[in-house]
Every structure is written in structure tokens, then in C-alpha cells.
């Protein structure tokens, strides 16, 4: 959708009034800079920004229905479309007048282009503005990409600057960045200039030049103990510890992974899907890929024995002084 919506923008065929929502914030941005690309020609883009949650629709109504000064048309984009999803009676924060409003999409503005951002998973499809947003407005789902969709995106970033991309660079791209398409559209830039006259991406550019954060490097390190590869997981700690890591947050961040492995594990025993899995824990695909695609998982008994014995780390760290870092770095030397 967004890309038949995007080759629109680039023709010039730009609607008067477009509803984003979901969570990817990629999607907001990338529509936001092709449509000022698109209505700019010498000059910048007169812009208007209002937060909802702040300031009354009226305003946003308001500011569409005043003629440019400085350009043919104007932008206004208004975040945090609040009205447009389920909340209870008395929460908002701002009275909205959605008559006025409905009104006003059946006779937007020619000289504007409107654009409401509501950030949240799901609309209240229930509401008579969400029904008319959908009617009168240009509708769009801003969420992460599917596993399979998420790869062909990437592909299609790299081609963008005349690059190739081998598959398991692509698996190695997202498990160091994530679903995150913003970071991985940095990342993707970064790597493709660093390549100069080379035409393919491979595992171990990514490896070298994609900046690793701490859930990586935290999942990476318990996978290495969890494969008895001791020293790796130790080696790992220690560069985290010289990033001024602290060990109670590596205790945290590790405990946390285990419970999501264990939950995923059960859950695949009761038959559901790696889709289902991911909607249920609330996690990426690709991430239920990767535990469920481990040559070495760990036994049920093995990942409680080391939630356990994480959990008295942490009651030590919290308790006691001494050498903090040595209580992680002997869990992590010990075998299970």
C-alpha cells in the first residue's frame, strides 16, 4: 500500500488529506519527506505541526484552511490522533470537535495537505470519525514488515544505491539491528557507502560495521552460554563491562531473554505457529525464527536452572558490596 501510495506522491498525484497509524515510525517519515519533496520546488515547505494530545483539532482545521504565504501549498501534519481509538470517557486530556471535523473531510482544504499520525496498533473501527477517516482520507498501516516483506524491503534498499545483498547477510542485518526500519535504513546507507566499487554485502561487513547495541550483544552472550561456549560468553561480558555496562541491567536483560526463549519453546509444543508465537509474545518473527532454528536449545530444566540462579545474582548485586562483576562473569563460567 504505502509503496502504490509513495509512486503517487512522485507522480504528483497528492491527496488532501492522509491518516497514518500504526507503530513503524519509518513509514510516517519516509510519506512526511516524499510528500515535502514532492510539493517543494525552490523553496522550503511551509510546515505546521500540531500535537493533538496538546491542542484542540480546531487548530489543525484552522491552519489548513489558511492560504499559504510563502508557497502554492502548505503542509500540516498533526500527531498523536488520539480521538481515533478506543479510550475511556474522561481520560482525554483535550475536548475534540469531531462534528466539526467530519465536516471538514467531506470539503478539505485544496491549498493544504493534511496528514494525522496516530502512533497505536489498532483504531477503534467502531467510531463514526475512524469510518469517515477511512472514506474521505487517504488510509495507511505504518507496521513492521513481515519476515519475508521485511527481507524483500532490505533488498530493495540496497538496490537503491546499486548494491547486492547475500541472503545471510540479510538474517545477519536483523538480528544485529532488529525490526527497527529507521536503524536499518542508517545501517543499509552506512554499509552500501563504505562498499565504494564492491558490489555485494556480505555476513562479515555487517558484522564489522553495524553498530551493535546491548540486547544484541546481551542475546549473543547468552546463546554463547547456553552452547557451553564459556570463554566466548565471558569475552563478551568483559567488553560490555569495558563499555560501562552495569552487571544488575546484563542480569536483567538476560533473565529477560530466557523467559521469552522458555515461552516460545512452550508455546511451539502446543502447536501454535511461529506467527502465533510472535503475536503472543509480542515479538518479532524473526526473532521466534532465530530461537526456534537453534541447533543447540537448551533444555526446559536447563533455562529455569538458569533463571534460578540468575535471580540470586540479583538479589546479590542488590544486597551486598565486593566485586560486583565477578558474581555474572562465575555464573557464566559455570557449565549447567
Not at 1 to 28: H, L, R
Not at 132 to 156: C, F, G, Q, Y
Not at 179 to 203: D, F
Not at 261 to 287: A, C, D, E, F, W
Request: proline share 3%; charged share 30%.
Amino acid at each position: 500500500m504505502f509503496t502504490k501510495v509513495w509512486k503517487d506522491i512522485n507522480n504528483g498525484q497528492i491527496a488532501p488529506v492522509y491518516c497514518i497509524y500504526g507503530e513503524e515510525s519509518y513509514f510516517v517519515d519516509e510519506t512526511v519527506k516524499r510528500i515535502k519533496n514532492a510539493l517543494s520546488t525552490t523553496e522550503e515547505v511551509e510546515t505546521s505541526i500540531f500535537d493533538l494530545e496538546e491542542s484542540p483539532v480546531d487548530l489543525m482545521m484552522d491552519e489548513a484552511d489558511t492560504f499559504p504565504f510563502f508557497s502554492e501549498r502548505k503542509l500540516v501534519i498533526a500527531k498523536n490522533a488520539s480521538f481515533l481509538k478506543a479510550a475511556e470517557k474522561g481520560k482525554e486530556k483535550i475536548e475534540h470537535d469531531l462534528k466539526r471535523l467530519e465536516n471538514w473531510l467531506n470539503h478539505p482544504s485544496d491549498f493544504s495537505i493534511t496528514i494525522l499520525i496516530a502512533p497505536y496498533e489498532k483504531l477503534d473501527e467502531r467510531k463514526k470519525i475512524t469510518k469517515l477517516m477511512k472514506e474521505k482520507s487517504v488510509m495507511l498501516h505504518a507496521e513492521t514488515p513481515k519476515e519475508n516483506d521485511l527481507a524483500v524491503w532490505i533488498r530493495t534498499e540496497v538496490s537503491r544505491f546499486n548494491k547486492n545483498i547475500y541472503d545471510e547477510a540479510v538474517d545477519k542485518l536483523v538480528e544485529m539491528v532488529g525490526a527497527n526500519m529507521l536503524q536499518l535504513q542508517i545501517e543499509i546507507e552506512k554499509i552500501c557507502l563504505y562498499l565504494g566499487e564492491e558490489s555485494y554485502i556480505t555476513v562479515d561487513i555487517v558484522e564489522n560495521l553495524v553498530a551493535k547495541t546491548l540486547e544484541h550483544d546481551a542475546f549473543k552472550m547468552l546463546n554463547a552460554y547456553l552452547s557451553r561456549q564459556n570463554a566466548e560468553a565471558v569475552q563478551i561480558y568483559h567488553d560490555l563491562l569495558r563499555q560501562k555496562e552495569e552487571p544488575i541491567m546484563l542480569v536483567g536483560l538476560l533473565s529477560s531473554n530466557i523467559r521469552t526463549m522458555n515461552n516460545v519453546y512452550y508455546l511451539q509444543k502446543k502447536g501454535y505457529h511461529p506467527t502465533q508465537i510472535s503475536k503472543q509474545l509480542k515479538i518479532h518473527p524473526y526473532r521466534v525464527k532465530l530461537m526456534l532454528e537453534n541447533r543447540n536449545r537448551p533444555s526446559e530444566e536447563r533455562l529455569l536452572k538458569a533463571l534460578h540462579n540468575l535471580a540470586e545474582i540479583d538479589l546479590k548485586l542488590k544486597s551486598t558490596g565486593g566485586n560486583r562483576e565477578r558474581l555474572l562473569e562465575m555464573f557464566l563460567l559455570r557449565a549447567l
